[in-house]
């Protein structure tokens, strides 16, 4: 079995705010180590459980936060950016399943720092489904005929994965309070649980089937901003939908889809004055 991990950082136990996920902050580098270990919880139980193959796309912010020196020996890892795809740089139909790891909730929704990709963006829509980070993810192994086995985070993460994806396993690290504030478990609990629930998903991957994107999909982002969607509104073939901040492209599948919104959400970062 071959296994494909996508590791974000605000679902990781413990860690309640910005301070922890931002580089420059007072926090950052103990929220690494515990990102590393938790990875490291998956990646061991993974190849106990029959894994020959397991490879980890480091999938938060820069995309270099995973410490490789510390991630267990027979992983491979994807690190840095930029990356055509992103989240899932380096998914293909080859892999057996994957597993989204410290994963967050949607924009506008309850949960430890919810967002959808950067804070400008209130909704992604893919034709009229409305998603965030871990749908338009889910699509993307969808694709490939990849069904997404695991979803760890906290409670609001939970609810979003299964309400997207039947039968899907989720581990619930940390319980949110507000968007900055966590009732967590300690990180060897969090491995504990990681460890048996990595192992019931994998059990169960035969329950779990992919969430299949449509064809030719309608991609709709709604900025917070009318310059966020100015500055999005330039990548040729997108159009302003008159009379709100929703950007639409027309795609010929998911994958030009998810191109066209890193494209699109890179352009509305350059709105000052928002």
Known sequence: MKLYLSVDMEGITGLPDYTYVSASEQNYERARKIMT????????????SGCKEVLVNDSHSKMNNILIDQLHPEAQLITGDVKTYSMMQGLDSSF?????IGYHSRAGMPGVMSHSMIHSVRNFYINDLQVGELGMNAM?????????????????????????????????????????ATKSLTPKKAGELLQAKVSQAIE??????????????????????????????????????????????????????YRALLVMIELALNTKYA
């Open 96 to 100: 057996n399943g994957a597993m989204f």
């Open 140 to 180: 993307i192994a969808g694709y490939y005929g990849v069904p997404v086995l695991l979803v760890s985070g906290d409670d609001e993460t939970a609810k979003e994965a299964e309400s997207l994806i039947p039968n899907v396993t989720t581990a619930i690290v940390k319980e949110a309070i507000s968007r900055s």
């Open 37 to 48: 270990d938790e990875t490291n919880y998956v990646v061991n139980t993974a190849f106990q």
């Open 204 to 257: 169960n991957r035969h329950h779990v089937k992919p969430l299949n994107p449509p064809s030719n999909p309608t991609l709709k982002i709604e900025f917070t901003n009318y310059g966020n969607a100015e500055w999005a509104s330039l990548m040729p073939g997108t159009e302003i939908i008159p009379g709100t901040t929703i950007v639409k492209f027309e795609a010929k599948d998911i994958l030009e889809a």
